[in-house]
């Protein structure tokens, strides 16, 4: 299989196999006897190496099970801790439904929520300066899923302190693609996830300031500075920290090998379907190439490729198997029709130039089968 699909989840890596094997012989943490103690400094060197790759203290790593947990527990943790001095949030367009609905379940619970647009080109901005006055928070993914498009969160979090407005920032399509420092950001708290970088499934992190530090949203045995209750799983930050070492080992080459294959393939969609949209911007993550065929619907690109043995997506999240038209690129201004034939094409640290040259070969004659095939 040619798997170009890496935004959704990646090959998890031997070094976070081998991490997350060993460690999960350990016990609960927070025994007082010698088994308890040795997980704990399993735990706490996995801690101390995600923070020293994030750029923030230890203690403000907290380890979830999931990027929509740690997006969950900042956003309604924070909402629940600031309700009081605001009933703003703020938010964007086209964030993972991880942040955008659960910023419209704080619009239920009585947030006014502003939505910050989309440029055509898919870079958030603030037209009417929300940001000039306070606000419960507010939230900005760092890179967009679909599209792979990068913002501008240093800016937005500069801008955001200034009225002392907690900022939290969805890092999940970034970390390990991307460097980052925490400490420079201007961010009270930033989700992230071991999948997306060649960790376990089922674990991720919320780097979460000292203060404000969100309320919990579960209560139990206080762990995670009581942000998180609950028995910390010590294999999967084990296997999270040690995927995250490689992935920033080898960022450099990585990105670079990436950048190449991805202006290859857009060159090569490009001479090929002259009507493509491309909808990945120039200023974006090496590993995302996003593009909607007129005439064509996303479900058959994406099962004539499956029958070629390409695995890709629509990237954007379907219900009931039903292709809707992405919410994100909507967002941007594609029409419904160009929308719903979207098809994203997302690498990673195993992609291969002969499968890139493979979906080259392939991607033409699919899409000239789509467009014949037409709109549902
Ligand atoms: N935020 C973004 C930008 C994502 O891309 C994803 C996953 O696709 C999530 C949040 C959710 O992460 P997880 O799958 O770990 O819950």
Known sequence: MRYFDHAATTVMRESAREAWCKASYEFNPAGQYQLGRRARSVLEDAREQVAALVGCEPIEVIFTASGTEADNIALKGLWRARSDVSSRVISTAIEHSAVFDTVRYLETLGANLELLPADSSGFVYDPADVFSEPAAVATCMWANNETGAIQDVAQFGEKLARTGTPFHIDAVQVLGKLPIKFSELNATTLAGSGHKFGGPRGAGILIAKRSPAPEPLFHGGGQERGIRSGTVDVAGAAGLAAALQEACDEMDSQQRRLREFKCLLIDAIQAAVPDVQLNTPQHSLSTHVNISIPGAEGDSLIMLLDSHGIAASTG?????????????????????????GTLRLSMGYTTTEEDVNYLIDKLPKVIAQAKRAGMA
């Open 316 to 340: 954007s999240a379907c219900a009931n198997g039903v292709n809707r038209a992405s919410r994100v690129l909507l967002a941007q201004g594609l029409s419904e029709s160009l929308a719903r």
